[in-house]
């Protein structure tokens, strides 16, 4: 069965230093997103996808995020300045369409800024 | 805003029925979704909920009242394995965003 796959499964980083967490959605895909989940918290919604742009996003994704979809398999998010408030376990999802198709989650990669 | 609600934990016995409720308020809705998470584990995707009724899925069914803002998941002879945290999440807007509960902490016990 088709999975979303994410990389790498950990992260860690030195406070201030840019990180790239990778996704590949599940092939044949067309909306594909960004969760976070800080440690004992709830899931919250950064980015959506769709057609090379942002559908949406939430206050988290300020102007020190930022994705990319850079060939026909991956799905990036930049964080270009970590700060200690963003470790988290990022997760990466995809769905077949939009308006409530359902969401893939990937098993995330868990960031540790120090 | 988007408020969602649903209880922090819950414990029942193996081979039992236990029912998690949902109730929420959304600006816009596509869908309300349940999904299961191991701790340090993704979500993974257990139900959909569109139209108001019951959705049945094995031992897991799902319903809905769009008119009240609830919903509940209902799980049937609980496992061992069934012990996780139950995520409760409304899809709204365009961009298909999913907002989520807090979760709800299910123990089975023997």
């Known amino acids: 069965e088709p999975e979303v796959t994410q990389t790498p499964s950990h992260q860690v980083t030195q406070m201030g230093q840019e990180v790239i967490l990778r996704c590949v959605p599940i092939?044949?895909?067309?909306?594909f997103y960004w969760y976070r989940q800080i440690l004992g918290q709830k899931v919250e919604f950064l980015v959506s996808?769709?057609?090379?742009?942002?559908?949406?996003k939430s206050e988290i994704f300020d102007d020190q995020f930022s994705v990319e979809r850079p060939d026909g398999s991956n799905f990036t998010l930049k964080i270009r300045s970590t700060k200690l408030e963003d470790s988290a376990m990022y997760f990466c999802?995809?769905?077949?369409?939009?308006?409530?198709?359902?969401?893939?989650f990937g098993p995330g990669t868990r960031l540790l800024v120090l | 805003g988007q408020n969602i609600d649903q209880p922090t934990e819950m414990t029942a016995t193996e081979g039992a029925i236990v029912q998690i409720n949902c109730t929420y308020q959304t600006s816009g809705f596509n869908g309300l979704f349940w999904y299961q998470q191991h701790a340090g584990e993704a979500p993974t995707f257990l139900s959909y909920?569109?139209?108001?009724g019951l959705e049945e899925k094995g031992r897991f069914s799902s319903f809905l009242s769009r008119s009240k803002g609830y919903s509940y998941l209902l799980l049937k002879e609980l496992q061992m394995k069934d012990s996780a945290s139950y995520l409760c999440a409304v899809c709204t807007g365009g961009g298909n965003k999913l907002t989520f509960g807090t979760g709800t902490q299910l123990k089975v016990e023997l």
């Open positions: 092939s044949n895909h067309l909306y």
């Open positions: 996808f769709y057609n090379n742009e942002i559908s949406e």
């Open positions: 999802a995809s769905s077949l369409d939009g308006g409530g198709e359902t969401q893939y």
């Open positions: 909920n569109v139209l108001d």
